[in-house]
């Protein structure tokens, strides 16, 4: 693995339980390093199950920790239940509370502006959107309007995925319904220009939990009836806005020190699929080995075509 530079960032993509991936990972990555994330990232970034982990290096957790914390809360916050079964005829699937209850035993009453003011200050990022005014919100310790936020309200509010769990304050649900469930572009923005952080001093790292298998064949789409687009337009959209924001990395921030970190499921894997968290936790091995040994995904390599002189 090559040295990081002075300041150190990390993004970490949604993905419900498959933060599970991250977690080994980081916990591979700090015996490896023998040192904390907490004390390695003075910026943390995270959408959705991302912004669980990005909360939880900045309150000082380590990565297993936070691996030991998914593996527990599988079971107690996607419960399968009548409401989970019958979702349709109800307003969400899984209830807050169990997530928000264990949130607050490892987190405490900590507010958005603890990280800024604790030593060393750490700033984590944190997105989620809003209904009411329909934009995305990047919650961040050092501005006013979010400091008094509690650690606990901005995570549950980034994840709070729509169908899955109750809207939050009734407006607020998970950043990824934005362009935003990879956040590396939204981390190398609060480095460059929030921070003001030398990109040639910086390494971002971005985490991605986990990549769905192509399951569609030629032909399967001319057989569509139309409520059977609805998942592969919505996937094809995720997919499309999280290598977006790799480019938009890679484009605009040329002198950063930017490794994209991903892994090619075998198999789709639901964010709420508590049963495959042993497999998770394999590919996490994986995802940290691929860290260790500087094997960055292939949408690094990936470079938009320019369009022709006329």
Known sequence: MKPFRQNVAVAIDGGGIRGVIVARALAILEDHLGQSCHDLFRLTAGTSTGSIIAAAIGAGVSGEE???????????????????????????????????TRLQQRIGDMKMGDFWSSTPPTDVVITAFDLVNHHTCFIKPWKQKYADWPVVKAVLASSTVPTYFPVVEGRYVDGGVGSYANPCYVAAYEARFCLRWDPAETTLISLGTGRDPHTLHPGDADRFWAWQWIDPLLGAFLRSADDQQVHLVRTFFEALDFRRFQVDLRQVIEMDDVSQIPLLTEYGDELGHKILNDETDWALDIVPSMAPDV
């Open 66 to 100: 936070v691996h030991r914390l998914y593996c527990e809360l599988g079971q107690a916050v996607f419960p399968k239940t009548w409401r989970s079964w019958l979702w349709p005829l109800s307003r969400y699937r899984y209830s807050s509370e169990p997530l928000r």
